[in-house]
């Protein structure tokens, strides 16, 4: 009879390549995948263990999971994710239902560790980072996009980041791999090619002696299909021109970046140990939309960083409300132990943190508006996603708007297809969401 599993994916989209991964090697060995826990014979959590609200949230679904081990059906159960390569031995320490902890470069043993025929409690954690994937049974959750991880690991040791202790020193994989990675996505259906790793920018340092995104890129741009190719999480240091030049000539890879920014204030840059200064950003920031002046920008911001003044997170508004970034997500510092910033003082009260939070979300949503606005009238390419049928409207992402972390474009179209593009022209705008009608 065969063996039913069950796995619940936390945190980032790199978790979830994993998480991908690990249900490719589940399902290649024939265990039946389950979406109800109460079903499964083993259940595994891949944890997130980035800062201090997700690692509350791994260790909750753990106990959740736990009583499932207590009193359902549940034989197995398994941590696997940062979570548990970073506190292996307190997770089995303290939650006896634990089976197992597998780290971030050990998951492809996954069946191994169900197939143990003796009741062990397992800590198998002595790889921070892994690359040699089985493209070919990658299952993918989603039916028309797909995160493709293109490094591991960071060498940045940003003072407040325990991702190096983590994942350990950057690692890039080949461009042949991901090329073939993204030619079997993309014959299954996938639309959008989210690019991901810790730091995209700087893909390929390790490999080819310098930073290779455009060379990958261009690979890229050779595989046949119709389909979007996006760049997250690119660190500042590493874009110059041979990569906005390769954007803006390029028929698939989306006129939009996400770089994280973290501050403004030089003195809280220097303290985050983020190797620019707010002279440098600000000129990235002009030079990118000189060079491609339709780009969207995304960032990222910290607040409330230990000895962040009031004059400090002033400036970080006044630079957001005179740079107007089309999207922006912020973060409250959350301490993590092992990091330089955890030993700074005085560190910001919560209080403040959230108040600051706040005022920079509110200030961005006004810019939000304004910039969604200016899309009254413009035709944009939007890929269908799903269909409400209760609604008569189709939800769908255009070039503008990454997955889970920005906006969408509603229309009304019966004869619309979800995971094919069309051409909407915007007739409403809200703060973060548009709604438009299709032309073709």
Not at 77 to 99: H, K, M, V
Not at 167 to 173: I, P, V
Not at 405 to 420: I, L, P, Q
């Amino acid at each position: 009879m065969a063996i039913k599993v069950g796995l619940i994916s936390l945190g980032c989209d790199k978790n979830l390549v994993d998480s991908e991964y690990m249900l490719g090697i589940l399902k290649k060995n024939g265990y039946i995948i389950t979406n109800d826990q109460k079903e499964a014979d083993v259940i595994i959590i891949n944890t997130c263990g980035f800062i201090e609200s997700a690692k509350q949230e791994s260790i909750d679904t753990i106990l959740e999971m736990a009583g499932l081990k207590k009193h359902g059906k549940c034989k197995l159960l398994i941590a696997t994710g940062c979570l548990a390569q970073r506190y292996s031995d307190e997770l089995l320490l303290e939650i006896p239902e634990l089976d197992a902890v597998v780290g971030t470069g050990d998951f492809d043993k996954i069946d191994e560790i169900i197939q143990q025929k003796e009741p062990a409690r397992i800590n198998l954690t002595q790889n921070k980072s892994f690359l040699d994937y089985d493209i070919d049974n990658r299952l993918t959750v989603y039916p028309y996009i797909a995160f493709v991880k293109i490094a591991e690991g960071c060498n940045n040791c940003c003072s407040y980041c325990a991702i190096p202790q983590i994942k350990g020193a950057y690692k890039s994989r080949h461009i042949n791999s991901i090329k073939k990675e993204v030619e079997v996505l993309v014959s299954r259906g996938i639309r959008e090619i989210n690019l991901v790793a810790q730091d995209t920018s700087n893909y390929g340092e390790d490999i080819y002696g310098k930073p290779s995104l455009p060379m990958l890129l261009k690979e890229l741009e050779k595989v046949e299909g119709d389909f979007w190719i996006r760049i997250l999480y690119a660190y500042p240091n590493n874009i110059d021109d041979e990569l906005l030049n390769t954007i803006k000539n390029s028929s698939k890879v989306v006129k939009y970046l996400d770089i994280p920014l973290q501050h403004i204030n030089d003195r809280i840059l220097k303290l985050m140990n983020r190797p620019m200064d707010s002279r440098f950003i600000k000129e990235l920031i002009e030079k990118i939309r000189v060079n491609i002046p339709d780009i969207t920008l995304r960032t990222t911001f910290i607040v409330g960083f230990p000895t962040e003044t009031d004059e400090e997170f002033e400036e970080l508004l006044d630079f957001i409300q005179n740079y107007r970034f089309d999207r922006v997500g912020a973060f409250q510092y959350s301490m993590e132990e092992g990091t330089f910033a955890y030993t700074l003082k005085p560190q910001i009260p919560q209080r403040i943190k959230r108040e600051r939070y706040d005022k920079l979300m509110l200030l961005q949503k006004s810019i939000s508006r304004r910039k969604n606005l200016e899309l009254k009238g413009k035709l944009l390419e939007v890929l269908a996603e799903n269909y409400d049928p209760a609604k008569n409207i189709m939800v769908g992402r255009s070039q503008k708007d990454a997955p889970f972390v920005d906006g969408t474009v509603k229309f009304h179209c019966k004869e619309c297809k979800a995971g094919h593009f069309y051409t909407v022209r915007i007739i409403k705008a809200l703060e973060y969401d548009l709604f438009g009608e299709v032309v073709s």
